[in-house]
């Protein structure tokens, strides 16, 4: 009876951590506008893949857009599918990540510390509540959903080291399903984990004969989760293969071209920084001369090989940006989450009061930094822009966007396909031109008026070009709203 009742008491437990997970990662996530330009594109592909039905090839502008692998744009157009075209909608596949993502490092926590329930719930706490993961789970991009993948991979991984028997192979074919993933997600940074399990599989406990890393099944497996879209998409178009490996592999490494290119200390900034407050944990140990064993321990391997190659790969790239080290950030917080346990185990009452009042006053600072973060003056979204253009839209009219590329967030907003109208050298050459003849080609003779967008040095220009009526004016962004009629443009 009292094995029982020790059952059923777990198992409430366990339903209270993972209700507590998923209500914590939805906290405020689709009170925000979306952020341009990269959440207002993964929105927009994902919205086009319903209204397309192009789920193998995503599409931006009714275009091909191969950057990314579609898992994310999947999620989010679930998400779109079931909560309508809104922030929640889109952000339902990062909620989700986001809450698999806390209760794999619980787990993985719970399995490090030789199955300590309080220690698997610290380390869970420590990853949802971090800087990093709590920024990078609040927003859509590939990101928190790679750190998902990466951490189911460490945690089949590190079963597979730690838990000796006829479960071990089973474990590692698991690890490399969950590599698999992390690489459908996006490429080749998927692949980081294997770094660390690769230099702590000869230290794995009880190792038997005939227990291989590489093994023919999980390799198998692995490539046919990794691999299959991009030979889908290459089938109907090989060029597209040279785009992924020139393109998104060897120019993200090599080259500046995608102006992604951070300075060279990024990744350990954001990396440490991001860890805050639990990282700050990791200090005294450190200073005492409490190092991992890198050496024997299985455990201080696969965390330190991960961390210590991600790092120098992040770093040695020409591609730098600040969410790259989200997935890894795990294995300092892992290590911060079980001190955490440690501390709260030699805490009296009284320090565990604090240590309480600690952790609700910083998670109440995260839940105000996410749900006014849409009002700061860099935050950059096209809703006001789009809430200006239904107010001041005819019936039918046509909008383009006056610049040099599309405007992602506003086409998710009005829920169509934006024609840009570019400013080219010879437009600003010729302002009275500005290419305004490109209106009736895109669009056709049969139009009445056009509402022209227009942010930064494009409106004075335009309004410059005489034969327009300014309709509108948004403060942040700076755009104004512009009828351009027939007459405005030569026959």
């Known amino acids: ?9 777990s198992a409430v437990a366990t339903w209270f951590v993972v209700a507590l997970a998923v209500a914590w990662a939805f906290l ?20 086009e893949m319903l209204v397309h039905r192009s789920w193998l090839v995503p599409l931006l502008a009714g275009r091909p857009h191969l950057t990314k692998p579609p898992p994310t744009y999947w999620l989010s157009a679930a998400g779109l599918a079931l909560l309508g075209r809104n922030e929640w909608g889109a952000r339902l596949g990062t909620g989700v990540a986001f809450a698999l993502s806390i209760l794999a490092a619980g787990a993985l926590g719970r399995l490090f510390a030789g199955g300590d329930r309080r220690a698997g719930w610290f380390v869970g706490l420590a990853w949802g509540t971090a800087l990093l993961p709590f920024v990078g789970g609040s927003l859509l991009t590939t990101d928190p959903l790679l750190a998902a993948a990466e951490a189911a991979a460490v945690l089949a991984g590190a079963r597979a080291l730690l838990v000796p028997g006829p479960t071990r192979r089973r474990d590692l074919r698991l690890a490399w399903v969950a590599l698999g993933l992390a690489f459908f997600v996006k490429g080749p940074p998927g692949l980081l984990p294997l770094a660390g399990l690769a230099w702590a599989w000869p230290r794995r406990r009880d190792p038997r004969p005939g227990e291989r890393l590489f093994d ?12 299959w879209w991009y030979l889908a998409v290459t089938v109907d178009d090989p060029a597209r293969m040279r ?19 951070g300075p060279p200390w990024l990744p350990a900034t954001v990396l440490l920084a991001g860890c805050l407050p639990w990282g ?11 190092f991992p064993d890198l050496v024997r321990d299985p455990r201080a391997r696969l965390l330190g090989g991960w961390l210590g190659v991600s790092l120098l790969v992040f770093t040695a790239s020409h591609s730098r940006m600040p969410l790259y080290v989200l997935p890894v950030s795990l294995a300092l917080l892992l290590p911060a989450g079980l001190l955490a346990a440690e501390t709260w185990s030699r805490a009296g009452g009284k320090g565990r009061v604090l240590l309480v009042l600690a ?25 006001p822009v789009a809430r200006a253009v239904e107010r001041v839209r005819r019936p039918g009219e046509p909008v383009v966007v006056l610049g040099s590329r599309p405007w992602p967030g506003l086409m998710f907003y009005l829920g169509e396909e934006i024609p840009v109208l570019a400013v ?68």
């Open 359 to 383: 952790i609700l006053g910083w998670a109440s600072f995260l839940g105000g930094v996410r749900a006014t973060a849409g009002g700061w003056a860099r935050y950059r979204t096209a809703r």
């Open 243 to 261: 785009r992924f490996l020139v393109v998104e592999v060897w120019e993200r490494v090599f080259s500046d071209r995608l102006r992604r290119n």
């Open 424 to 491: 080219t050298g010879k437009a600003l050459g010729r302002p009275h031109d500005l290419e305004l003849a490109d209106i009736r080609d895109r669009l056709g003779s049969s139009w009445d008026s056009v509402l022209v967008v227009s942010c930064g040095e494009g409106a004075e220009l335009l309004a410059r070009a005489g034969k327009v009526v300014a309709v509108g004016n948004v403060s942040r962004p700076r755009c104004r709203l512009y009828r351009v009629v027939p007459a405005a443009v030569s026959p």
């Open 280 to 290: 700050a944990l990791l200090v005294p140990p450190l200073l005492r001369g409490r």
């Open 216 to 227: 023919p099944v999980g390799l198998a497996l692995f490539a046919g989760i990794a691999a």
């Open 1 to 9: 009876m009292g094995r029982e009742r020790f059952a059923a008491e």
């Open 28 to 47: 405020f996530l689709g009170t925000r506008p979306l952020a341009d330009p990269d959440e207002g594109r993964y929105a927009e592909a994902a919205r």
